[in-house]
């Protein structure tokens, strides 16, 4: 079946310093990927999603490109601030029986210290 | 501004309570889910509603039982639960299950629940 594998946490970074989470998936056909972002108290929300291989999402200074060849989707961000602190899950949405299906990763958590 | 809401945002609930959790979408979606957030755990899907029908129910315990009365409307009905079954329990909605390949999935604050 279809998988999300994501680098596991936490990732503690500077204020201002790079960041990459990776993630690689496991996928009949052609899914689609996202990367949603929980904020401490609140639920998922999408954050950037590509849709076919080259694809780049980006929003809010975060960029992720659809990496066929090495079936990834990293995501990137020059300059992290403290308010950026949260957890990053990598999820794709791909075919399975019965149809296209929402499979998650495990999360990454991120700490920004000032 | 998610347009999913969740009630109530934290419940403490003796192992003998009966509690309900509700979810509510203004998006307009026909499918909508219940995850458990668990510490260290991934996000484990519960059930899932399409157009009012329960299309996934993933070895879920009989204590944990949802009921979908409208396409804008889940709730989580819980009995006799137990220390284990304390987690943050998510709401999520999305156009159609399974309907495309590009489907977003729109999340709840969650409920925080909390069971001695």
């Known amino acids: 079946g279809n998988s999300v594998t994501q680098m596991e946490g936490p990732v503690t970074l500077s204020e201002e310093a790079f960041l990459t989470i990776n993630c690689t998936y496991t996928?009949?056909?052609?899914?689609?990927l996202f990367w949603y972002v929980q904020y401490p108290g609140e639920g998922l929300q999408l954050l950037l999603k590509a849709t076919k291989a080259d694809d780049k999402g980006s929003n809010k200074g975060f960029e992720a490109t659809y990496r066929k060849e090495t079936t990834s989707f990293h995501l990137e961000k020059g300059s992290v601030q403290v308010s950026d602190s949260a957890v990053y899950f990598c999820a794709l949405v791909g075919a399975e029986a019965g149809g296209f299906k929402t499979i998650f990763g495990a999360g990454t958590r991120l700490f920004v210290k000032a | 501004e998610t347009g999913v809401t969740q009630t109530p945002r934290h419940l403490v609930m003796g192992m003998t309570n009966k509690k309900s959790l509700k979810c509510e979408q203004h998006l307009g979606h026909n499918a909508m889910y219940w995850y458990k957030q668990s510490a260290k755990k991934p996000l484990e899907l519960m059930f899932v509603?399409?157009?009012?029908?329960?299309?996934e129910n993933n070895s879920v315990p009989s204590r944990f039982s949802p009921e979908c009365p409208n396409s804008s409307h889940l709730f989580l009905h819980l009995h006799t639960l137990q220390p284990e079954d304390s987690a943050l329990y998510l709401c999520?909605?999305?156009?159609?299950?399974?309907?495309?390949?590009?489907?977003?999935?729109?999340f709840g604050p969650g409920t925080r629940l909390t069971v001695l």
């Open positions: 509603y399409n157009f009012k029908e329960q299309t």
């Open positions: 996928a009949t056909g052609y899914p689609s």
């Open positions: 999520a909605s999305s156009q159609e299950f399974t309907g495309t390949s590009t489907d977003t999935q729109y």
